[in-house]
């Protein structure tokens, strides 16, 4: 079992910063890959970034739609996970959810969200 607890999230200015923070516990030498995902509403979970470790290297994607702007990094000694956003724009406006990774049995685990709220 994983546990991820975010925190972070807010209103702001379009054009302002928000920086997010997922810390994760549990069975912590399981997770194999993490990630920020979002929720508008009416809308599906898209993945925002992914974060997958591979020795002492982090492997870091992004969608297109965030590219430049957001920036995902992990610090394996706090086991925490950080998604900065800058430049943000209100279609960011959206739930952010922390996503774990486990192997070898392949789950997903969620966080409980965070609300961003972008205004124009």
């Known amino acids: 079992q994983v546990q991820l607890v975010e925190s972070g999230g807010g209103l702001v200015q379009a054009g302002g910063s928000l920086r997010l923070s997922c810390a994760a516990s549990?069975?912590?030498?399981?997770?194999?890959?993490m990630g920020w995902y979002r929720q508008a509403p009416g809308k599906q979970r898209d993945l925002v970034a992914v974060?997958?470790?591979?020795?002492?290297?982090?492997?870091?994607a992004y969608a297109d739609s965030v590219k430049g702007r957001f920036t995902a990094s992990r610090d394996n000694a706090k086991n925490t996970v950080y998604l900065q956003m800058n430049n943000l724009k209100p279609e960011d406006t959206a739930v952010y959810y922390c996503?774990?990774?486990?192997?070898?049995?392949?789950?997903?685990?969620w966080g409980q969200g965070t609300q961003v709220t972008v205004a124009s």
């Open positions: 996503n774990a990774f486990v192997v070898p049995q392949r789950v997903n685990y």
């Open positions: 549990g069975s912590i030498f399981s997770i194999y890959r």
């Open positions: 974060i997958t470790s591979g020795g002492n290297t982090n492997y870091t």
